[in-house]
């Protein structure tokens, strides 16, 4: 039984994630979409945000099981006995990184395989720093994320500017 982790933030989860983690599914027995608690970089969404998100996403597929975690990615695969972590390549750029990250993580853990997945070609410029950026300024991101997702992220920046509005409201009568 092959057993693999999908690893990523998530934030959030888009069109270009599905589709590798659909595609993953059917060549591994079981998929575990690990949802990144604790990188450096600030998050728009929760752990527990992203992780509800994509358990909704993947509902329908029961070889997909989301979870979050933290520390190096490598130790978490054999902490679960997974033996393959699964990767996506968009562009060139991607697969610089991504070899450097596999030697490392190969160097950490020898027995666990990295496997790349190409994005089908119609998720090429997607990211999530694309869809909050597009999102954030009020474009439509129908396209690029389920729409579960796009009505998280309105309601996100919904509550963002309602923030800010409040905030501004109350130092212009204080």
């Known amino acids: 039984m092959i057993k693999a982790v999908f690893p990523g933030s998530f934030d959030p989860i888009h069109n270009g994630h599905i589709d590798i983690a659909n595609r993953a599914s059917k060549i591994v027995d079981e998929l575990i979409v690990a949802v990144y608690d604790k990188p450096l970089k600030n998050f728009l969404f929760s752990p527990e945000e992203r992780i509800d998100m994509a358990k909704m996403v993947f509902a329908a597929n029961p070889k997909i099981t989301v979870t979050g975690y933290s520390g190096i990615t490598v130790n978490y695969c ?95 009568r204080d």
């Open 78 to 172: 054999r902490e679960i006995g997974a033996q393959l972590m699964i990767r996506g390549l968009r562009v060139f750029s991607d697969f610089e990184y991504e070899f450097r990250m596999a030697l490392a993580n190969h160097r950490l853990q020898p027995d666990i395989e990295v496997m790349a997945l190409i994005t089908s070609e119609e998720h090429t410029f997607l990211s999530s720093s694309t869809v909050r950026e597009i999102a954030s300024l009020g474009g439509d991101v129908t396209t690029m994320v389920p729409p579960q997702i796009k009505a998280a992220l309105e309601a996100k920046y919904r509550s963002i500017e309602n923030a800010g509005i409040s905030a501004t409201s109350k130092a212009t």
